[in-house]
Every structure is written in C-alpha cells, then in structure tokens.
C-alpha cells in the first residue's frame, strides 16, 4: 500500500474519531470540562500508531525515520483536518461556543475563530512530534525481514 494512503487513512480516522469525542461531549452537556480534551491525545496517539504499524507490516519499512515521519505527517494532516472542522463550527453552526472556549482557563479572552485555530494548530503540532516519537520508541526495534 502506498505510503500516502496510510497517511491519509489514518488521518481521517483520527479526525473522525476527534470530532465524533467532541459531538459526544457537546451532545452530554461536557463541553465545558477541558480536562476531557486530552482524550484527543489518545486518538492520535492511535492513529499514529496504526500509521506506522501499517508501514512497517504491509511496505516493510523498517527505516526509523521514515516510519517517523509516516507517524508525524499522519498526525500533521489531522491536526490541519481539525482546525479546518473548528473554524466552520465556529463560523457557521455555533458561533457562541467561542464564550466556551474563551471561559476556559486555558486560552484566555477576546479570541477569535482564527487565533482559535491557530492555537489548535500549535498545540496538534506539539502533540504530533510527541506522540510520533513515543510511538517510534515502539516501533523503532520492530523489523519485518
């Protein structure tokens, strides 16, 4: 299988997997709890693993900085999935929710749907090379002859 299929597949299922935990948050009245959010890290977590395990059985890669960047460019891609999703939920079907955003300790106030998305892009950013190199950690010593 091509390695940008991988890529791409397991993109998608992390993002599906995000935005179904987030629409299952809104639709349980737990928006408000940004503890939850960290779950997030386990769909990427996921799907980087699943990206890179598939590289390794199925293209028998077993070069490290390959399987690497399959893991980065795959969480990459969700993360830039995400923030495109945030920004039209934001813009066009719940434009008050940046009140919830904003009344979180996290980011502070008078945000806006782009300073929103440019800080979900640097925090999927930092928790891409995280979650790739742990995975790696894995991986790294797992060789198909």
Not at 25 to 31: A, F, N, P, T, Y
Not at 44 to 69: R, T
Not at 105 to 112: D, M, P, Q, V
């Amino acid at each position: 299988m091509k390695i940008e299929k991988i890529v791409f597949k397991n993109a998608v299922k992390i993002f599906l997997a995000i935005i179904a935990f987030f629409f299952l948050m809104k639709l349980l009245g737990l928006e408000k709890i940004n503890e939850l959010r960290i779950l997030n890290f386990a769909f990427v977590f996921w799907g980087v693993n699943n990206a890179i395990k598939e590289s390794i059985y199925l293209n028998k890669v077993n070069d490290y900085l390959q399987n690497l960047f399959t893991g980065l460019f795959t969480s990459i891609i969700s993360v830039i999935f995400t923030m495109i999703a945030f920004s039209i939920y934001l813009h066009y079907i719940d434009p008050q929710f940046i009140k919830v955003v904003e009344n979180s300790s996290l980011w502070g106030e008078k945000l806006t749907p782009s300073l929103i998305s440019v800080a979900i892009f640097i925090e999927g950013m930092a928790s891409s090379i995280i979650c790739a190199f742990i995975v790696m950690q894995f991986w790294k010593n797992k060789k198909v002859p």
